[in-house]
């Protein structure tokens, strides 16, 4: 099966600064790939996807790219403010049904 | 309230008794999914249904988990003789169309097994 890897565990920056979150997978057939956020003790959200057919997909301050070749994506935040502070998970997926998710990194955006 | 709901939201158990737990989701989501997340982890699929139908499961849903969604509309999770590596976070999540979106996830059901 798919085995997603995510990296760092955690992550701290100052305000202002980006964040850079990277995944790898192993199924070349992966063809979507959600990133969702979790606060503390509420429901992972999702901010942003990409398919497999985009290398880059940008949502105001979000953006996520995909190297299919090298099977690896990433997730950036910029100018992060405090509010972006949670776990980040990325996921992917073959058919849009089952998820593989990473294993989560915590963000703390510093004031 | 539009979102997928679960109940209950915390569920303390002893060892060996039986739980259940309920999954309403968003009412013109046909596809609905149930996940387990332990601390620290990303939520890890445990099975989904397409309708009523019980389309896939994982190698986690050992014989004591069974899912139901009768019809096609609420699920349960039921766990029996439970064990206390069974505590987590059981997250359930529904969808329209495979991928389209990912999912909406519910606000999950924590167990704790003691």
């Known amino acids: 099966g798919e085995n997603v890897e995510q990296h760092p565990s955690t992550l701290s920056v100052q305000e202002g600064d980006s964040a850079v979150i990277k995944c790898t997978y192993s199924?070349?057939?992966?063809?979507?790939f959600p990133w969702y956020k979790q606060e503390l003790g509420k429901r992972p959200q999702l901010i942003i996807d990409?398919?497999?057919?985009?290398g880059e997909k940008k949502d105001q301050r979000i953006a996520v790219t995909l190297n299919k070749t090298a099977k690896h994506f990433s997730l950036h935040i910029t100018e992060t403010q405090p509010e972006d502070s949670a776990v980040y998970f990325c996921?992917?997926?073959?058919?849009?049904?089952?998820?593989?998710f990473g294993t989560g990194t915590s963000l703390t955006v510093i004031p | 309230d539009t979102g997928v709901s679960q109940n209950p939201r915390h569920k303390i158990t002893k060892r060996g008794q039986n739980v259940t737990f309920r999954c309403d989701p968003i009412?013109?989501?046909?596809?609905l999914y149930w996940y387990r997340q332990t601390l620290g982890q990303g939520p890890e699929f445990l099975t989904y249904?397409?309708?009523?139908?019980?389309?896939?499961k994982s190698r986690l849903l050992s014989d004591r988990f069974s899912a139901e969604r009768p019809k096609g509309s609420f699920s349960t999770l039921e766990i029996q003789r439970t064990e206390q590596g069974d505590s987590a976070m059981y997250l359930c999540?529904?969808?329209?169309?495979?991928?389209?979106?990912?999912?909406?996830f519910g606000s999950g059901t924590r167990l704790t097994v003691v």
């Open positions: 999540a529904s969808s329209y169309l495979p991928g389209e979106r990912g999912y909406t």
């Open positions: 199924d070349s057939a992966s063809n979507y």
């Open positions: 990409i398919r497999s057919n985009v």
């Open positions: 996921a992917a997926s073959t058919g849009g049904n089952q998820f593989y």
């Open positions: 009412s013109e989501h046909n596809r």
């Open positions: 249904f397409q309708n009523e139908a019980q389309l896939e």
